[in-house]
């Protein structure tokens, strides 16, 4: 049918309406397009500008060179060595898996780095690199590093591992770096983003973990290009942080060494050696000792258990954290807080008949047969219990103990090591809050010969001595400078004591090293100008005394023996502990004796130092020793040390 005018106006009308709707969307849809792209290229440039960067931009965290550990010398016992190591980051890597399998087709990684890497891997941020493996040959990091185009992820890296270049000298001093654990973050209270890279070392024992904050250094970055497939194309820039603070010692590594060496002829011991003066710890010696360098990486559990299975107990450094009853070189603390209370003239005379009776009970002195009449240097020189016993019953347990604590005995110094222990020394409120009990008579004998409850480790020993001979509070000092700044020497002033008293107890130390009947005197020095004064100890180890060759090597008594000298100008206070070696004078004396002789030498003291009977032995005891000669100051030390 044809159509009319009239429908085709109004078809053409309708045409023209729907045309301009339209083209009235069409032009809203382009102006907000517009107004959109003016929006992102104008007004939002710089920030999808800076969304562009960031996806081929990566920033990578740079740990910073750990502060190196000197001796009073400048020889390292702590520094850093370079170890080339593979790392992965994940969301680099794509399928992690398979970027490992590649890398194995190139250089040989065991079942279970590749086991550890992907726990690693699972555990931590995408961005944070995980190192698969590390301590690589030039050879591995050259294969890598040429096929890193086709390694998504994967980079070849040179970093730094602790090395410690004295190995067992200062294991129990510097203590030793291990990589991070999550145990060790349960325990530290530290935000620092460089505890969360994988196997980043810290400081578990000793030195290394009391100054850890100080030697870890301030973490650095890196700005590094990668394209779309995660592989690095070029380092844009980098800032290499702040290196740790290094620090110097006050040890001596020669002395140190010849500690380690004299005392490991023995099966378990320790010793202590303290610069009189200044509080200078000048050697620290603990005999089984370990090698520190097995821990770095984290120790194999075979090794382990070797050093946590031995009965003479490696691992533990007893010359501070050992604490031992002091046995008869209490004695001079109980002589001073008689002589300090008015209970004892400088000439009265006490008679040992072999023993003192208190109710239905005996306490014997070590001479079964009595000493006789002995005044103070005499009970010094020959060790009388007897003469103790009455002093103890006249001067009460309170007295001693207040005078025992101005030597150092029941203090925990603020040192640098692990464990430092305070020991006991008991009275009679100590007793009360910590048993329950009144304190009795008979605890007071026991102590004044150095039993019972009094423990006291090597460390509070030689500053015990240290004081006696400078008659100073000297305090002991481990750490010398601080990035090149001095340490304060502190307790410097006098002891609140009658010098008299003190010349008195010096006296009777020397009687006991340079007279006949001394309990020292084998252990003497013949050398003019060296003459040493000391106090011999055994510490019971069983309540009934046996005879030690009867009983098995843990049931027999600890021998002692502390020292100082010169007599007349003294430089430094030695003191010793052999763990069940028997009596002082035959097992810790000579020990005592030749490292008091080094200390003054610097080296092997000459043979005429010695009794001239004692040479030919002295002379095959020193063949014998491992000692090292390859000491020598660090050249990479830094000018602020």
Known sequence: MKRTNRDTETSAGRVTRRSLVLGSVQLGIAGVLGWRMQQMQV?????????????????????????????????????NSQNYRIVIVREDAGDVEAALEKLRQLIYIGDDEIERTLKEIARRSSFVPVTVTDQRSWDDLAAVAVNTPALPGITPDVGLTRNYPLGPDY?????????????????????????QIPKFQIGKTGVEQKYE????????????????????????????????????????????????????????????????????????????????????RGISVSDYGDLTGNKYRPLANKAVQG?????????????????????????????????????????????????????????????????????????????????????????????PMSAVTSGVMPDKAWKRERYGQEWRVGDSLNAAIGQGYVLSSPLQLAVMTARIASGTR???????????????????????????????????????????????????????????????????????????ADVPWEERDHGLFVCYAPYDNPKYAVSVIVEHGGGGSSAAAPVARDIMLFALHGELPPLE???????????????????????????????RV
């Open 43 to 79: 007004e939002q440039a710089d920030q999808f500008r800076l969304l562009a960067e960031e996806n081929r931009i990566n920033m990578r965290l740079l740990a910073p060179a750990r502060g190196m550990i000197f001796d009073r010398n400048g020889i390292p016992l702590a520094e």
């Open 213 to 296: 904050h100080d030697l870890r250094g301030k973490a650095g970055a890196k700005r590094i290009e990668v394209n779309a497939a995660g592989r690095v194309m070029r380092e844009l820039d980098r800032d290499e942080g702040v290196p740790g603070t290094d620090l110097q010692l006050t040890v001596e590594s020669k002395l140190q060494n010849f500690t380690e060496a004299r005392l490991a002829l023995g099966l378990s011991a320790a010793a202590v050696v303290m610069d009189v003066q200044t509080g200078d710890l000048v050697a620290v010696g603990n005999a089984p000792t370990f090698d520190p360098n097995k821990f770095v």
């Open 171 to 195: 294991a129990h001093v510097v203590g030793y770096v291990g990589p991070v654990s999550d145990y060790d973050l349960s325990k530290i209270d530290d935000d620092d983003p460089l505890l």
């Open 474 to 548: 000297i305090k002991p000092r481990l750490v010398k400078s601080i990035d090149g700044v001095e340490t304060p020497v502190v307790g410097a002033e006098p002891l609140d004591l009658n010098e008299g008293h003190l010349r008195l107890i010096r006296k009777g130390m020397y009687a006991v090293s340079n007279t006949g009947r001394g309990t020292g005197y084998g252990s003497r020095i013949e050398r003019e100008g060296f003459t040493m004064a000391g106090k011999s100890g055994t510490s019971q180890v069983r309540s009934v005394v046996v005879n030690n």
């Open 323 to 415: 604490a031992y009853p002091p046995g008869s070189t209490f004695k001079m603390l109980v002589s001073l807080a008689a002589l300090e209370s008015g209970l004892l003239s400088s000439d009265e005379t006490i008679y040992c008949g072999g023993y003192t009776e208190l109710g239905n009970r005996r306490f014997h002195c070590w001479k079964r047969g009595g000493h006789g009449r002995m005044n103070l240097e005499q009970s010094l020189q020959q060790s009388c219990d007897v003469f103790y016993y009455e002093l103890a019953q006249r001067v009460g347990i309170d007295r001693i103990a207040e005078q025992a604590r101005k030597f150092g005995i029941g203090e925990e110094f603020d040192l």
């Open 609 to 639: 130092s010695y009794p001239s009977n004692d040479r030919g032995k002295i002379e095959e005891l020193f063949a014998g020793l491992d000692l090292r000669s390859d000491f020598r100051p660090s050249e990479n030390r830094r000018s």
